[in-house]
C-alpha cells in the first residue's frame, strides 16, 4: 500500500520584520499551499526576500511567529528545521575547487550525526539528486568552473539532497538567459509534481511567476495585497496597484494563464480584443 508523503505545513501569523531600524514587513500573515509551488512577486524592496528569509528561520521577527507543522519555527531544534525545509538563498558562493559532487554531498549534513555516519542512503540521494537536475555528468567538475546554468541547478541538486518537503528558492532564475531560466523553472516543476514537495520562490518575471505557479503571492509595501491562482487574481488593476504599471492582461496562447503585456509610455493600447 503506497502512502503520500507527508507536507508539512509553514504559516506565519502578524509577521514584523526589519533591519536595524526600517521595518520592512509588518503584520503579515501567509499560509503557503502544501504540496503546491508558491510564487511571491512585487516590485523591488517590498519584502519578497525579507519574507522568505523569515520563512526559513534565517531572519528572526520582530513579532509574530512562523509556524512549521503547527510549531514555532524558532523554538524548533536547527537540525530538525533542516530536515524539512531547504532554502536556496541569492547568489550562493561556493569554496574554490569545491567538486559538484561535494556541494550536492552538503546537502545531507543535517541527516549527519555521531553515531550515524555518511551511508548508503546519503549515496543514493545525492545520486538521485545529481540525475534527477542533469548534473550527473558534471560531478567531478568544479562549481566555479560550470556556467551559470550549471552552477543553478548545482545549488538545486544540494537543496534536493537535502530530501525536505519545503523547498525555498529566492530568485533561482537571476542572471541567467531566457533559455536557462525555463530550464530551471521546469526542473523545479519536475520535483513538485514528482515528489510532491512544497515550493515557494520569489521570482522578478510576472509571466513566468503565472506560467509557473499554483499560487501567486502579490506584496506591495511589506503587505500581502492579493493572493490565489494565477487566472483568479492577475488583473490589469492588481499589476498596476503592485507594480505602478500600466498594462494588458491577455490569455498566454501557449499555457493559458495570464499574460502581462506592458504599455509604457511610448504605446497607446488599442482597444481590448
Known sequence: MSHSPHRPELRAHGLRLGYDDRV?????????????ISVIVGANACGKSTLLRALARLLAPRSGEVHLDGQAIHSLPTRQVAQQLGILPQQPVAPEGLTVLDLVGQGR???????????????????????????????????????????????IAMAVAQGTPVLL????????DLAHQIDVLDLIVDLNRREGRTVAMVLHDLNQACRYADHVIAMKAGRVVAEGPPAGIVTGELV?????????????????TPLVIPIGRHHTAPAPL
Open 24 to 36: 520592512v514587513v509588518d503584520g503579515l500573515d501567509l499560509t503557503l499551499p502544501p504540496g503546491k
Open 240 to 256: 498596476e496597484e503592485v507594480f505602478d504599471l500600466r498594462c494588458q492582461v491577455v490569455p498566454d496562447p501557449v499555457s493559458g
Open 109 to 155: 549534513a543535517p541527516h549527519q550525526s555521531w553515531w550515524r555516519q555518511w551511508s548508503a542512503g546519503d549515496e543514493h540521494a545525492v545520486a538521485a539528486a545529481l540525475e534527477a537536475t542533469g548534473m550527473l555528468e558534471h560531478a567531478h567538475r568544479p562549481v566555479d568552473e560550470l556556467s551559470g546554468g550549471q552552477r543553478q541547478r548545482a545549488w
Open 169 to 176: 528558492l529566492d530568485e533561482p532564475t537571476t542572471f541567467l
